[in-house]
Every structure is written in C-alpha cells, then in structure tokens.
C-alpha cells in the first residue's frame, strides 16, 4: 500500500468569490460553504469564520477538527463512508492544505452527551500553547440545529450518559457537514501540483528489525462511516488512518486531524526500515464496563498485535474511565505474549494523594505522559467569542477570565502523540 | 480499606470488578465481580437468573472468608 | 560558610538505650553524633555538623499526647538548618513518628527535613507527600546506604538544588507533579523507549506506576456457620435522598444505617450517589452494589449466623490512602464491638 501526500502549505486564508489555492493563499467561497452545509435539513444556519494564530479569539463548544484533503488518483475516496465509497482507502495520492483545519463547532442540543463535552480554542495567549488548533488557519463551521428536529427541550442537555437518537443523528450531521467542507476545500488543488510529496509505504525490512506495531485504544469514532464498537479490535494500515478512514471524534480530546496525521505512526514511519518494522495498527475499543468484555477486548488486541507478528507494540490509551482497565489489560496480554510495549498517556490524578490511574498494571514500565487533565490553566477575558453564548459545563460568562482544567482546551489531553507537554512525577 | 481491615486481623472478602488493580494494591481476598455499574448484578440476566448470580458471588466471597490466603488471592 | 547545623532523631533501639522494653522512654538528646549518627556525619562531609541527637522510645512518641511537640522542643533548642530522621526502614511506630516530626520542623521550624523509610512502612502512605523520604531498605543492614541518601537529599534541598526525580535521587515519591513542554513530540519519545526496550538497552519511564505495601493477611473465619459477617461498601449506597449528604466522589466520611429489618435494598428506598460511575442499574436494584438479598437467603440457609445490623458505606476513592486507613480503623472498632468476625466489601 503506497500513499503519496502532496501538501499545499497555506500561510494565509481569506473570504473571496471563488474557493482557491495561489501562493500559499486559501481563498474561501463563503456562500458555496454555506449552500454545501445548509443542503443538509440538520440546519437551520451555519456561520463561517476565518480564525488565525494570534488574534484574540474564543472559541467555545468546540468538537471535531478536520484537515482539508482530496483524493487526487488511487482506489477509494477521501473520507470513506462519509464523502467517498466505503471502500479500502490508502494508496494512489491525496492533497493536503498544509496548516489548515476545519472546525467543528456547536452548542450541545438536547439529549446530547455533555459529560467531559467542554473544549475551548483559544487563538493567543496562555491557552494557545496547549492546542495545536491556535496554530492553525482555522475555518470554523458554527452550526444552528434546525429545531423541528428538537420539538420539545424535555431532555435536559447536561450529563445525558447515552445521548438521544436524535442527538446522535445531529452529532453525524455536523462531522458530515465538516468531512464535505474539508474534501470541497482541498478539491480546489485537484488539477495543481502540490509544494512537496511525502510518500508512505512500508516496504519490506531488514529481517533484523524488530517488528512492531501500533496499538490504538479508539472510543466512539467512526470506522469507514460506521460507528461500531470493536470487541474484538481491527486491523488496519496506517495509511488508511491518514486518508481519513477514522473520523468523527465527538468529544474533541482526540480530532480527526491528528489521525490524519497521526504523530505515533508517522514516527513509526520514520523509524521504519532505520530502527523498527512498522507492520501495522490494531484499532480496539469496547463500550460497556463489564469485566468479561474488558478481558475479550485487550485479548484481542494482543492476538491481533501477534498476529502481525510484533515484537513491540506502541500504546495510545485511554485514561479517566472504566476504559483505563482495557488499555492496561492490552498492555499485560502484550507482554504475555512477549510482545514489548510503550505507551501515552494522560495523567488523570486530582492531587499528591492520587498516582493517576483509574487502574495500572505493573507491566505498564514504559510509558511517556502528555502531561495532567486536571493541571489549571486560566484564560484572560478575550475580545470575541464564537461558539454560542453558554459554556458546556460552567455558568461562567465565556468572555471574561476562565480557570479551565487542561481537559476542557481542545486536543490539549490527545494521546496521539502530536503534544510536547508533559509532566515529571517528583 | 480490605488491606487496613486484613491487616488488623479481620479478614475481608473484597468483591470488586476491578480484581487486577485490587491485586496490584495487595488486597489479601479478592472477588471478581460482573460489571463496574453492578458489581453484584446482571440486568441483562431475567430476575431469578441474576439473583442466582448474586448468590454465587455471595457463595464466592463465603468461602474466601474462610479460606487461609498468603498473599493477594482472586476466588473465582 | 558557616557550618550547617543537623540534628538527628533515633528511636530508643538505635540511640542504643534498648530494645522494645525501652519503647516507654520518654524524649531526651544528646549532644553530637549517636550510633548511626557516625555513618550519617561521614555522607553529610565536612560543610554540615550533627551537632545534636534527639530521641524517645517509639511507644511514648505514639501514643503519649504532645510527645513529638515535645521531641519537636528538643530539636528546636539546637536552632538547626536540617533535621534527618532515621532511618525507619520497615519500622512501623518509629515510621510514623519520624514522618510527623519532620512534618512539624518543616512546618513551625521553617527548616529542611528528611526521613528514610522501606516502602512498606505505613509512615510511607500518610508522609510522601509531605516530607521527602529517602527509599531504604527493609532493615539496619542498608544503614550506611540510606545515610547516604539522606544526606544527599537534605543537603540538595537546603542548598535549594532542584531535586532529579525519585528514581534518580532514591526518594519514595512524594505525587508532586511538575508540567513543561519537553524537546520532543511524546510521539517520538515513545518510539525511542520503545526501541531501547526492544533492544535490551537501559530506559526510563516519565511515570512509574504506583507500587503498594503488602500486608500480612488475616486469619480466615473458623466457623462460619456460628459467625457474624458485615456488609461494606463503597459503592455510595444510601437511603433515597441521601439525608447524611455523603460525597459523591472523594468522601470525607463513611455512615451506617439499619438493615437489621430488611430482606433487601428497595429501589425505593435505597440508591447509589457514587459520582464515578453511571448508576442507573444500581439504582434499578441496589442489591447489585450492596447484595443484601442473596445475604439473608444464605443466613437463612445456614452458610453463616449473622449478618450485622447495619450497613457501613461510603464512597469509593482508592486514591486517598490516608482516607481509606482512617475509615478502616474507625470502621474496625464499631465491627470489633459487634463481634463481626468477616467483612463483604463491594466496590465498583
């Protein structure tokens, strides 16, 4: 499976009359966006904003974020199940705007899961250096529910541990909308060449290499346009996952983005053929907090992981919930199996007292920390708030001084390995 | 708490679905349970059928109480 | 540069007055080194002077009201920049009193102090987050050692010399977090660990995952058919309204309520207020947190005498350890009067 990534590095974005690529630029048609999202009777009105680095902007109820990509030639489309054919994506070419992304932005509709929903964006200022999206282009879709869809506001938005139907169905709608104006954007570039090609394959090694592959602990995302629990985890290439088969990452502590330019596999890439066998990604996520299935799921994952014949395996956990058990049962099976394992991950602990893990397992002795979900951050009063007049989970005014826990800025607790904060345990 | 009370000499049949982080701390009697959200339950079982399954869990933690244990011990 | 000033403390054994029938001592001091003193003084060198030792037997210092003030008095006469304790190795009671003495010089004194303890003292889990303590060995065979850590540890930290971590400098972790941004992507932090770990080079966690005393296990219920069994949780059950306002998340309480009358815990009366977890099937049946109903058919039964009158609950919080030590000795003394000889402890 060879993918070449051609990227357009854009270093300046602005409304215009024709959505287009030159000399660096990206211009916007603001009314073809609008017609392309409001073709959808989800919405009763999206707003487009231009947000760059530096100015003195908030961003509130942030969701996903998504890079602009087109498929340029090769089986399959860009955003598989969504934009495209639910087909195997990862080989032929794919365009990029280099420095671009598409965010996803809406206030929680009723019956909507909100538990651990903030996610702020702050473009300057001490906020801007713990999410990569304050140094980002950002087109910000904000969207306005149509609200024959929630006649009644009978379900209370805050805490609903499930989330409606109807909620979910609006939460597909807007990564839709989203994923439709990442591929219009880039499809711009179709016929133009791109400022340089990276190329991914992994191309067969040195037999002295230790094999190792890439074991992702997913929750709640989309997998060629389904979402669908995976008890007994999945195989994928990694190209597949830059070509945007995993989408839709609701509760912003991950984004689609940062699959696409999954930071652990890309190094996985690099150390290919040099230090490592890279041979591939095991994906495994299960939903309920039974014990049975924690054991199926990270049994699985392991299984899979020998499958591939690994040797080593790379861990991007999840911490702060029952899900902490399935990430450290993977860990043990791995290294029952003899198969080597690092993992990132979150720390999640509420003071000294607190080691945090919601669980730990002794084998887990190698792991890299992307720093403390409930370090406190404060925000100084910005000048403009987009996103909504309400919090998700504070009564504070959004203008003004906000003392906000690492969590609640967005993409700033991912553990897909893009982040260089971290935290030292004394 | 189980290892503070063990240690005094009264012995604790702990009954917790997270067995592995309860044997990581050193809890002397350990008793794995269904799920995190009902511990001691099923509600996907018909009534009888998830009492039944109380009970065993009940039995379990019985006979951990009147078992010698060494060291950190799951009763399955 | 003047000359540091330390004092030592020791416990009646190592200030070599005697052992356990000396435990009664009260406090008293020496001027210079004691003992161990001597091994401390060499890794302290020539820039620090012990320049007196203060000890007491380990009974008085537990259980006698203001002993360590008064032990505290003692170490304050000497105006010392450094008080080092021990070590305690596995000791429990001379553990404890060090832990709270250095507490009490950081805290009125102003100055440094350090301990050593093995990780199994239970000093450990009530002072690593105060104090700094020095990883010993479980007895006096890793004297000369621990001194050394000591040593190095306080002087590190009157010189105000940030410390390395607890791996590097030998300290029992004491949960302060410090937050930076490193040079390289955790994506390629990870890639290189993992390389070192493939290959059999040395490598270092960021974060090491926490490691717990063992205890001796109780002795197992004799006769169960003639003893009475307890019922625990901290599953956060409470009568439907929680009229005691037990905490949804890090509890600073545990309660108890009669249940002598009832054959099980109706959904009506009874749910669960833990904040950890989604409680809807608790709260449809709280016998799945708190299995009162298969208890009373197999006290029917016969499996056991008795189960106690009350139900002892609280909410859940393995992470507070001095919290959870505190529970089961107030706990433990309302079992004990009860003559509660098993307990069933559910949790989520």
Not at chain 1, 335 to 363: Q, S
Not at chain 2, 37 to 52: I, M, Q
Not at chain 3, 11 to 25: C, V
Not at chain 3, 138 to 144: I, L, P, V, W
Request: proline share 6%.
């Amino acid at each position: 499976m060879r993918l070449e990534v051609g990227t357009f590095q854009i270093r300046a974005i602005e409304f215009g009359a024709r959505t287009g690529v030159a000399g660096g630029t990206l211009v916007v048609d603001k009314d073809e966006v609008r017609r392309l999202v409001l073709g959808d009777s989800h919405f009763a009105d999206v707003q487009v904003h231009l947000v760059r680095p530096g100015e003195n902007v908030r961003i509130i109820n942030a969701k996903d974020a998504v890079e602009p990509r087109w498929k340029v030639s090769g089986p399959g489309g860009v955003f598989p199940g969504f934009v495209s054919a639910p087909t195997t994506v990862g080989e032929g070419r794919t365009h990029r705007l280099g420095g671009v992304a598409v965010l996803e932005v809406a206030e929680p509709v009723p019956g909507e899961q909100t538990h651990f929903r903030e996610q702020i964006l702050d473009m300057s200022g001490p906020g801007a250096e713990f999410s990569p999206f304050a140094q980002t282009l950002n087109v910000a879709l904000e969207f306005t529910p149509n609200p024959s869809l929630f006649p009644s506001a009978s379900v209370d938005a805050k805490d609903v541990l499930g989330g409606t139907n109807e909620a979910e169905d609006y939460n597909r709608a807007t990564t839709l909308a989203c994923l439709k104006v990442a591929a219009y954007l880039a499809r711009a570039t179709a016929d133009q060449t791109p400022d340089h090609v990276e190329t991914f394959e992994l191309t067969p090694c040195a037999p002295v290499l230790p094999r190792v592959a890439c074991l992702y602990h997913t929750q709640a995302n989309y997998l060629y346009g389904m979402k669908i629990a995976l008890p007994f985890g999945t195989l994928v290439h990694p190209n597949e996952v830059f070509d945007g088969a995993l989408v839709g990452w609701r509760q912003a502590y991950r984004s689609t983005y940062w699959d696409q330019n999954n930071q652990a596999m890309r190094e996985l890439y690099q150390a290919h053929g040099k230090s490592v066998n890279f041979v591939g990604c095991v994906l495994f996520y299960d939903l309920t907090p039974e014990r049975e299935q924690k054991e199926r799921v990270s049994s699985a994952a392991g299984k899979l992981a020998r499958l591939l014949g690994a040797q080593g395996a790379l861990l991007l956990g999840i911490n702060g919930s029952n899900y902490a058990i399935d990430t450290m049962l993977a860990i043990q099976e791995c290294e029952k199996l003899g198969i080597k394992t690092t993992l990132i991950y979150l720390d999640v602990g509420y003071g000294p007292d607190d080691p945090g893990f919601v669980h730990a397992a002794p084998e887990a002795d190698a792991i890299v920390c992307i720093g403390s979900r409930d370090r406190k951050i404060t925000l100084p009063p910005t000048a403009k708030v987009i996103g909504g007049q309400r919090l998700a989970s504070s009564d504070a005014d959004p203008r003004g001084e906000l003392t906000v826990n690492q969590r609640d800025i967005h993409t700033a607790c991912s553990t897909q390995g893009f982040t260089r904060q971290t935290t030292r345990f004394f | 708490m189980a290892k503070e009370l063990e240690a005094a000499g009264m012995p604790v049949a702990y009954v917790t679905t997270l067995d592995g982080l309860a044997r990581s701390v050193g809890a002397p009697r350990i008793v794995r349970g269904k799920a995190i959200t009902n511990v001691a339950g099923d509600p996907n079982l018909r009534p009888s059928d998830e009492k039944a399954l109380r009970k065993e869990i009940v039995n379990k933690a019985l006979k951990a109480l009147t078992t010698p244990v060494k060291k950190s011990t799951a009763f399955d | 540069m003047s000359t540091i000033r330390v004092v030592h403390y020791l416990n009646q054994f190592f200030s070599g007055i005697g052992a356990e029938e000396h435990a009664g001592l009260g406090p008293a001091k020496k001027l210079g080194v004691v003992g161990p003193g001597i091994a401390l003084q060499q890794a302290l060198g020539e820039g620090a002077q012990i320049v007196a030792t203060v000890y007491c037997g380990d009974n008085y210092a537990n259980e006698q009201a203001n002993a360590i003030d008064a032990i505290l008095a003692l170490v304050s006469e000497e105006r010392p920049d450094i008080l080092i304790a021990g070590p305690a190795f596995a000791s429990g009671r001379y553990g404890l009193a060090c832990g709270e003495l250095c507490v009490r010089a950081q805290d009125r004194l102003g100055i440094v102090a350090v301990t050593g303890m093995h990780p199994d003292n239970p000093g450990v889990d009530l002072y690593r987050t105060k104090v700094h303590i020095a990883r010993t060995r479980e007895s006096a065979a890793g004297m000369s050692d621990a001194m050394k850590v000591m040593a190095q540890l306080a002087l590190k930290l009157y010189a105000r010399v940030p410390l390395g971590t607890p791996q590097e400098e030998r300290y029992i972790p004491t949960g302060r977090r410090v937050h930076f941004v490193a040079e390289q992507s955790a994506a390629l932090r990870a890639v290189d660990m993992l390389v070192k770990k493939m290959s059999g080079q040395p490598y270092a966690t960021e974060w090491p995952v926490p490691s717990y005393s063992q205890v001796e296990p109780a002795p197992p219920v004799q006769d169960l058919a003639h003893a009475k069994i307890a019922l625990v949780t901290t599953g956060g059950v409470v009568p439907r309204g929680n009229p005691d306002r037990l905490e949804s998340a890090y509890a600073s309480k545990w309660l108890k309520y009669p249940i002598g009358e009832l054959n099980d815990l109706k959904p009506s009366d009874w749910q669960s207020i833990h904040g950890g977890f989604d409680t809807t099937n608790v709260n449809e049946d709280p016998n799945r947190m708190a299995p009162l109903d298969a208890l009373r058919e197999l006290e029917r039964e016969g499996a056991f005498q008795d189960l106690a009158d009350e139900l002892y609950t609280t909410t859940g919080n393995t992470a507070a350890i001095p919290t959870a030590r505190r529970f089961a000795q107030e706990m433990l003394q309302e079992l004990r009067a009860n003559d509660v000889q098993g307990v069933i402890l559910t949790s989520a």
